[in-house]
T-cell receptor, first 113, second 114 residues
């Protein structure tokens, strides 16, 4: 069955620390991968997406993610987090055949000032 | 700016009530989705629709139904609300069969069933 899993459920970092959030997917065929962010009290927003080509994709607010096909992974990274990055982060995967996205369990990031 | 609007931000309903959650999008998107969001479980797909009057079950459809009479509106119905349906409900839409732009989400409706 298709699935997306996130390893870290709750991450606490100090400002300026580096961030890496894990995401693994199990899919056959062509997969489209996304990272969404949900700031407190706000709706989910797209951070970045991968469809094909360069496996290192850059998104908004200094975030990037690397697609590693051999590891079925799409980890989210940021070199230096800020207090304003405190939010919940969701990895999602889908196939263009269905247009449906499957979401991971989410990771709550808390950045201490 | 494109928008997905959910009619209520917070709702409190009694067990056994019939509950309607409304979602409207102004992007002329073909696809609309209802998810519920629970801590530690992420977003789980309840129902989705690729076209007017069309609906398909997602991963957790039990206890829910949907209606899509117009392209821009997708309603989620809890026929007889139960306490285990207390959750955050998210509506989303996307254009076409492709996932080129991902989904656009509404702000969510936090439903409490007492």
């Amino acid at each position: 069955a298709q699935s997306v899993s996130q390893h870290n459920h709750h991450v606490i970092l100090s400002e300026a620390a580096s961030l890496e959030l894990g995401c693994n997917y199990s899919y056959g065929g062509t997969v489209n991968l996304f990272w969404y962010v949900q700031y407190p009290g706000q709706h989910l927003q797209l951070l970045l997406k991968y469809f094909s080509g360069d496996p290192l994709v850059k998104g908004i607010k200094g975030f990037e993610a690397e697609f590693i096909k051999s590891k079925f992974s799409f980890n989210l990274r940021k070199p230096s987090v800020q207090w304003s990055d405190t939010a919940e982060y969701f990895c999602a995967g889908g196939s263009s055949n269905t247009g449906k996205l499957i979401f991971g369990q989410g990771t709550t990031l808390q950045v201490k000032p | 700016d494109v928008k997905v609007t959910q009619s209520s931000r917070y709702l409190v309903k009694r067990t056994g009530e019939k509950v309607f959650l409304e979602c409207v999008q102004d992007m002329d998107h073909e696809n609309m989705f209802w998810y519920r969001q629970d801590p530690g479980l992420g977003l789980r797909l309840i129902y989705f629709s690729y076209d007017v009057k069309m609906k398909e079950k997602g991963d957790i459809p039990e206890g829910y139904s949907v209606s899509r009479e117009k392209k821009e509106r997708f309603s989620l119905i809890l026929e007889s609300a139960s306490t285990n349906q207390t959750s955050m409900y998210l509506c989303a839409s996307s254009g076409g069969q492709q996932l080129n732009y991902g989904y656009t989400f509404g702000s969510g409706t936090r439903l409490t069933v007492v």
